[in-house]
């Protein structure tokens, strides 16, 4: 027996951070979408909770109860009395430490994966209630599709996309990783004696969603982050340059970065910027995907033999 769910990353086309709160957290107006690059978690019974991990940069996440999969298996079986005897594998293909939710997205898919396979039977608000526990992000890598985060982002208000349905982006990943906390406190001390104001949601940016237009969603994006990730990794400043110049609508960092998002307008035109950005020298690697796209959904379901 065992389940696999597929979990989508995130982009965040608008990310407004507030002041710090005395909890440590931030207050955020966070606007994401989900985009077509994909982890797969599968869950098998086992003797004991492991997690093992194969794909690009796997060598870089967390196999202890450290990782959000594990976590999850075991705030699940928690809340159920059993134990978390499972194996979480996880097929990864989202950035690590990238600013794209990959963690996030393992710990939603093995929550979503567990339940499955235990046939718990929680609610959708159960689950949502869990993923929030886990951390800020989780939530909406259950969700999928776009939706506003308000809270510290895991108070999720779905949001209609219009037009085609999709937006057309383009991805660099970076030479090395970025600490999101490491960010956030960069955050902190760049505010450091000038008053914060409180984050809202963008009226532009959620016409520009309703109507499906990615001029106009280009001239709206926006993330107040960036100007933390570009002082602890100033590299990245010649990447957005090498993306505008090579012609998408829009460029910016991902969350807390590293990854890079550039905004196209076709398949076509992402396949060009995509080409332009690996030529650059300025980024790893490049990858192209579409959103917004379903949050986790399960491909292999419970099943004897």
Sequence with gaps: MSVTVRVPAKVNVQLAVGAARPDGFHDLANVFLAVGLYDEVTVTPADELRVTCAGPDADQVPLDRTNLAARAAIALAGRYGRTPDVHVHIAKDIPVAGGMAGGSADGAGALLACDALWGTGASRAELLEICA????????????????????????????????????????????????????????????????????????????LAAGDPDA?????????????????????????????????????????????????????????????????????????????????????????
Aim: glycine share 12%; with cysteine; aromatic share 4%.
């Design 217 to 305: 969603l280009a001239a709206a994006v926006s993330n107040d982050l960036q100007p933390a990730a570009l002082s602890l990794f100033p590299e990245l400043a010649d990447t957005l340059a090498a993306g505008r110049a090579a012609g998408a609508l829009a460029a910016l960092v991902s969350g807390s970065g590293p990854t890079t998002a550039f905004l196209t307008r076709d398949p076509a035109s992402a396949a060009a910027v995509a080409e332009a950005l690996l030529a650059s020298g300025t980024c790893r690697t490049v990858r192209a995907a579409a959103g917004p796209v379903a949050g986790a959904t399960i491909l292999q379901p419970a099943a004897s033999g």
């Design 133 to 208: 526990e886990l951390g800020s992000d989780v939530p909406f890598s259950l969700v999928g599709g776009a939706a506003l985060g308000t809270g510290r982002g895991e108070l999720l208000t779905p949001l209609e996309v219009g037009g085609t349905g999709k937006f057309h982006w383009v991805f660099a990943m970076a030479v090395r990783g970025l600490s999101t906390p490491a960010v956030f406190r960069e955050f902190d001390r760049l505010a450091e004696g000038r008053a914060v104001p409180e984050p809202v949601a963008s009226r532009p940016l959620l016409d520009a």
